[in-house]
Protein backbone atom coordinates (compact mmCIF):
# COMPACT_ATOMS: atom_id res chain seq x y z
CA UNK A 1 0.00 0.00 0.00
CA UNK A 2 1.38 4.02 -0.66
CA UNK A 3 2.65 5.53 2.44
CA UNK A 4 0.35 8.61 2.64
CA UNK A 5 1.83 10.09 6.22
CA UNK A 6 4.66 8.52 8.61
CA UNK A 7 4.58 10.08 11.73
CA UNK A 8 6.86 9.12 15.36
CA UNK A 9 4.60 6.32 16.19
CA UNK A 10 1.82 5.53 13.44
CA UNK A 11 1.97 5.05 9.61
CA UNK A 12 -0.93 5.55 7.66
CA UNK A 13 -1.66 3.77 4.02
CA UNK A 14 -3.75 4.62 1.26
CA UNK A 15 -6.42 2.05 1.02
CA UNK A 16 -6.43 0.82 -3.14
CA UNK A 17 -9.48 1.72 -4.54
CA UNK A 18 -11.27 3.15 -1.72
CA UNK A 19 -9.91 6.76 -1.61
CA UNK A 20 -12.74 7.74 1.61
CA UNK A 21 -10.24 5.25 3.60
CA UNK A 22 -7.09 4.59 5.05
CA UNK A 23 -5.06 1.77 7.29
CA UNK A 24 -3.42 3.56 10.46
CA UNK A 25 -0.14 1.42 11.18
CA UNK A 26 0.88 1.34 15.19
CA UNK A 27 4.80 1.58 15.28
CA UNK A 28 6.96 0.15 18.21
CA UNK A 29 8.93 3.78 18.58
CA UNK A 30 8.35 5.56 21.78
CA UNK A 31 9.57 9.44 21.79
CA UNK A 32 9.67 12.26 24.06
CA UNK A 33 10.94 16.04 24.02
CA UNK A 34 10.39 16.70 20.56
CA UNK A 35 11.85 13.57 19.90
CA UNK A 36 14.95 13.93 21.69
CA UNK A 37 14.78 11.07 23.57
CA UNK A 38 13.95 8.16 21.40
CA UNK A 39 13.42 3.98 22.10
CA UNK A 40 12.08 0.89 19.91
CA UNK A 41 9.78 -0.28 22.66
CA UNK A 42 8.70 -3.94 21.07
CA UNK A 43 5.06 -4.97 21.20
CA UNK A 44 3.99 -0.95 21.89
CA UNK A 45 2.43 -0.67 18.83
CA UNK A 46 -0.04 -3.80 19.72
CA UNK A 47 -1.09 -2.29 23.04
CA UNK A 48 -1.85 1.27 21.62
CA UNK A 49 -3.92 -0.05 18.89
CA UNK A 50 -5.48 -2.38 21.14
CA UNK A 51 -6.33 0.29 23.52
CA UNK A 52 -7.33 2.93 20.39
CA UNK A 53 -10.11 0.98 19.47
CA UNK A 54 -11.59 -0.36 22.57
CA UNK A 55 -12.16 3.80 23.20
CA UNK A 56 -12.86 4.35 19.87
CA UNK A 57 -15.88 1.95 19.93
CA UNK A 58 -16.99 2.97 23.31
CA UNK A 59 -17.67 6.79 21.77
CA UNK A 60 -18.74 5.68 18.56
CA UNK A 61 -21.36 3.66 20.93
CA UNK A 62 -21.97 7.33 22.70
CA UNK A 63 -22.68 8.98 19.40
CA UNK A 64 -19.38 10.53 19.51
CA UNK A 65 -18.09 10.37 15.84
CA UNK A 66 -14.31 9.25 15.09
CA UNK A 67 -12.54 7.90 12.16
CA UNK A 68 -12.37 4.25 13.16
CA UNK A 69 -14.28 1.68 11.11
CA UNK A 70 -12.67 -1.56 12.53
CA UNK A 71 -9.46 -2.69 14.05
CA UNK A 72 -7.66 -5.33 11.19
CA UNK A 73 -4.89 -6.87 12.87
CA UNK A 74 -2.95 -6.44 15.97
CA UNK A 75 -1.00 -3.42 15.15
CA UNK A 76 -3.40 -1.69 12.09
CA UNK A 77 -7.49 -0.38 12.16
CA UNK A 78 -9.02 0.58 9.33
CA UNK A 79 -10.13 4.18 9.54
CA UNK A 80 -11.95 7.31 7.26
CA UNK A 81 -9.74 9.37 5.73
CA UNK A 82 -9.78 12.64 7.37
CA UNK A 83 -9.26 16.33 6.65
CA UNK A 84 -7.17 17.16 9.66
CA UNK A 85 -7.29 20.59 11.33
CA UNK A 86 -3.64 21.52 12.69
CA UNK A 87 -4.69 21.84 15.93
CA UNK A 88 -4.00 19.67 19.59
CA UNK A 89 -6.43 19.58 21.93
CA UNK A 90 -5.72 19.17 25.36
CA UNK A 91 -8.54 18.08 28.29
CA UNK A 92 -7.02 18.53 31.93
CA UNK A 93 -8.90 16.86 35.16
CA UNK A 94 -5.42 16.91 37.37
CA UNK A 95 -2.64 19.32 37.04
CA UNK A 96 0.33 17.56 35.76
CA UNK A 97 3.19 17.84 33.00
CA UNK A 98 3.58 21.25 31.51
CA UNK A 99 0.65 22.95 33.21
CA UNK A 100 2.65 22.55 36.37
CA UNK A 101 6.04 23.64 34.41
CA UNK A 102 4.16 26.67 33.07
CA UNK A 103 1.87 27.88 36.02
CA UNK A 104 4.50 26.84 38.94
CA UNK A 105 1.30 24.40 40.42
CA UNK A 106 1.72 21.54 42.17
CA UNK A 107 0.83 17.86 40.47
CA UNK A 108 -1.90 16.17 41.11
CA UNK A 109 -4.23 18.71 42.23
CA UNK A 110 -7.40 18.07 40.80
CA UNK A 111 -9.07 21.25 38.46
CA UNK A 112 -12.57 22.38 39.74
CA UNK A 113 -13.45 22.28 36.39
CA UNK A 114 -12.38 20.64 32.91
CA UNK A 115 -9.72 22.96 31.52
CA UNK A 116 -9.20 22.57 27.71
CA UNK A 117 -5.85 23.83 25.71
CA UNK A 118 -5.30 24.82 21.99
CA UNK A 119 -1.96 24.01 20.66
CA UNK A 120 -0.54 24.41 17.08
CA UNK A 121 0.60 21.13 15.04
CA UNK A 122 3.73 22.05 13.99
CA UNK A 123 6.79 20.21 14.83
CA UNK A 124 9.04 22.90 13.58
CA UNK A 125 8.14 25.09 15.97
CA UNK A 126 7.77 22.50 19.01
CA UNK A 127 3.79 22.32 18.92
CA UNK A 128 3.29 25.97 20.85
CA UNK A 129 0.20 27.17 23.07
CA UNK A 130 -2.07 29.68 21.18
CA UNK A 131 -5.43 31.04 22.14
CA UNK A 132 -8.47 31.46 20.37
CA UNK A 133 -7.26 34.45 18.62
CA UNK A 134 -4.18 32.73 16.81
CA UNK A 135 -6.47 29.98 15.57
CA UNK A 136 -8.18 32.45 13.25
CA UNK A 137 -4.97 34.78 12.87
CA UNK A 138 -3.79 31.36 11.77
CA UNK A 139 -7.31 30.27 9.67
CA UNK A 140 -6.69 26.84 11.60
CA UNK A 141 -10.76 26.86 12.11
CA UNK A 142 -13.23 29.35 12.20
CA UNK A 143 -15.47 30.24 15.21
CA UNK A 144 -17.93 27.87 14.67
CA UNK A 145 -15.73 24.63 14.07
CA UNK A 146 -13.99 25.85 17.36
CA UNK A 147 -17.23 26.26 19.32
CA UNK A 148 -17.91 22.38 18.00
CA UNK A 149 -14.85 20.95 18.81
CA UNK A 150 -13.90 22.44 22.14
CA UNK A 151 -18.05 21.07 22.77
CA UNK A 152 -16.80 17.36 21.37
CA UNK A 153 -13.73 17.61 23.50
CA UNK A 154 -15.62 18.22 26.88
CA UNK A 155 -17.84 15.14 25.63
CA UNK A 156 -15.16 12.86 25.22
CA UNK A 157 -14.05 13.84 28.47
CA UNK A 158 -17.17 13.01 30.27
CA UNK A 159 -17.21 9.55 28.69
CA UNK A 160 -13.55 8.44 28.52
CA UNK A 161 -13.33 9.38 32.01
CA UNK A 162 -15.94 8.12 33.36
CA UNK A 163 -15.12 4.73 31.77
CA UNK A 164 -11.48 4.89 33.15
CA UNK A 165 -12.25 5.22 36.86
CA UNK A 166 -15.08 2.24 36.19
CA UNK A 167 -12.07 0.31 35.16
CA UNK A 168 -9.63 1.96 38.16
CA UNK A 169 -8.24 4.65 36.19
CA UNK A 170 -7.64 8.23 36.84
CA UNK A 171 -7.60 10.01 33.42
CA UNK A 172 -5.28 13.15 34.44
CA UNK A 173 -5.35 14.85 31.25
CA UNK A 174 -5.04 13.89 27.43
CA UNK A 175 -4.64 14.88 23.78
CA UNK A 176 -6.98 14.77 21.23
CA UNK A 177 -7.03 15.60 17.39
CA UNK A 178 -9.38 16.44 15.13
CA UNK A 179 -10.38 16.07 11.26
CA UNK A 180 -13.55 16.30 8.69
CA UNK A 181 -14.54 13.05 7.26
CA UNK A 182 -15.45 12.09 3.92
CA UNK A 183 -19.45 12.78 5.06
CA UNK A 184 -18.47 16.40 6.57
CA UNK A 185 -18.68 15.47 9.66
CA UNK A 186 -16.14 16.58 12.47
CA UNK A 187 -14.73 13.22 13.88
CA UNK A 188 -11.90 12.16 16.70
CA UNK A 189 -9.01 10.95 14.63
CA UNK A 190 -5.30 9.70 15.26
CA UNK A 191 -5.05 7.62 18.51
CA UNK A 192 -6.45 7.49 22.10
CA UNK A 193 -4.10 5.10 24.39
CA UNK A 194 -1.36 5.50 27.13
CA UNK A 195 0.92 7.92 24.56
CA UNK A 196 -1.81 10.46 24.78
CA UNK A 197 -3.50 10.54 27.88
CA UNK A 198 -2.10 10.23 31.39
CA UNK A 199 -3.60 7.75 33.47
CA UNK A 200 -3.11 6.64 36.99
CA UNK A 201 -4.39 3.79 39.00
CA UNK A 202 -6.81 5.19 41.22
CA UNK A 203 -5.56 2.91 44.25
CA UNK A 204 -1.76 3.90 44.19
CA UNK A 205 -1.45 6.86 42.14
CA UNK A 206 1.25 4.94 39.94
CA UNK A 207 1.44 6.42 36.50
CA UNK A 208 1.10 4.15 33.65
CA UNK A 209 1.43 6.18 30.26
CA UNK A 210 4.10 7.66 28.81
CA UNK A 211 5.59 9.79 31.49
CA UNK A 212 7.15 5.94 32.40
CA UNK A 213 9.33 6.79 29.10
CA UNK A 214 9.68 10.17 29.64
CA UNK A 215 10.93 10.54 33.36
CA UNK A 216 12.29 6.30 33.70
CA UNK A 217 9.87 5.64 35.86
CA UNK A 218 9.84 2.28 34.85
CA UNK A 219 8.92 -0.53 32.63
CA UNK A 220 6.49 1.15 29.99
CA UNK A 221 5.09 -2.27 28.26
CA UNK A 222 3.73 -3.15 31.92
CA UNK A 223 2.29 0.60 32.43
CA UNK A 224 0.67 0.06 29.11
CA UNK A 225 -0.36 -3.66 29.86
CA UNK A 226 -1.87 -2.95 33.00
CA UNK A 227 -4.09 -0.16 30.92
CA UNK A 228 -4.75 -2.65 28.60
CA UNK A 229 -6.07 -5.59 31.29
CA UNK A 230 -8.18 -3.11 32.97
CA UNK A 231 -10.25 -1.66 30.14
CA UNK A 232 -10.41 -4.98 29.30
CA UNK A 233 -12.45 -5.44 32.65
CA UNK A 234 -9.34 -7.66 33.90
Known amino acids: MKVLYEGKAKIV ?11 VYFKDSATAFDATKRAHIEGKGIL ?4 SSILFQLLEGKGIRTHFIKKLSDREMLVWRARRYELEVVV ?9 K ?3 LKEGEKLKKPLVELFYKRDELHDPLICLEHVFLLNLADKKEVKEILR ?6 RIIRGFFKSHG ?15 GSLAVIDEISPDTCRLWD ?4 EKL ?14 GYRKVLQKVQGG
Not at 92 to 100: E, V
Not at 209 to 222: A, C, P, S, T, W
Open 152 to 157: MALDVN
Open 202 to 205: AKTG
Open 102 to 104: RLG
Open 48 to 51: NNAI
Open 13 to 23: YEVEGEQDKCV
Open 169 to 183: LLLVDFKLEFGRLPD
Open 92 to 100: RNITAGSLC
Open 209 to 222: DKDRFRFDLGDLME
